[in-house]
């Protein structure tokens, strides 16, 4: 797998847009609010490797221990990567530190940051990656099933489903 020619710069404006996005749902009765960041393999041959067999998800175990922050993370390993999650509600301050802070950890893991998303129990989802999407939380009835957290596409394919 080849490294995105996405920069950590574009990650932050990005990331910046989302949380205006954000800003202007908030009075939709978001509850619980998370991130999760999703991370990738940047070299083919470990996405036959999955859970704590990929050596990446090895070495992204060392580093999330290391960070200094709070982070629930699922080690799915294969081409899925991991998820890293958040209980936050994203500011610009959140941003500057944790976009940084996981573009190094993936970097150190030999992984990319391909994005995040905020995924609170009640309210929109918004997906941010080379684009930032919505998706209006109030007609969800369930929260998605495992698969569909696998990838962002996966995940905008199950929200489309929820919203006919």
């Known amino acids: 797998m080849d490294e995105p020619d996405w920069t950590m710069e574009d990650h932050l404006?990005?990331?910046?847009?989302?949380?205006?996005?954000i800003a202007n749902v908030a009075d939709q009765n978001i509850s619980e609010p998370k991130v999760c960041f999703h991370l990738y393999p940047l070299t083919s041959g470990d996405e036959e490797n999955w859970g704590m067999e990929a050596q990446y998800c090895q070495l992204a175990r060392r580093e999330f221990e290391n960070c200094g922050q709070e982070f629930d993370v699922d080690y799915v390993g294969?081409?899925?990567?991991i998820e890293a999650w958040q209980d936050v509600m994203p500011t610009e301050d959140w941003l500057t530190s944790a976009v940084p802070l996981m573009w190094g950890t993936a970097a150190k893991a030999n992984m990319y940051l391909a994005g995040w998303s905020f995924e609170?129990?009640?309210?929109p989802y918004i997906s941010v990656s080379r684009s930032v999407s919505v998706y209006n939380g109030s007609k969800i009835s369930e929260h998605p099933p495992p698969a569909a957290a696998q990838s962002f596409g996966r995940l905008g394919d199950w929200l489309r489903r929820q919203l006919r």
Do not use: D, N
Not at 13 to 21: C, T, V
């Open 13 to 21: 404006l990005h990331g910046r847009a989302a949380i205006r996005k």
């Open 78 to 81: 294969g081409h899925c990567g």
């Open 120 to 123: 609170p129990r009640t309210g």
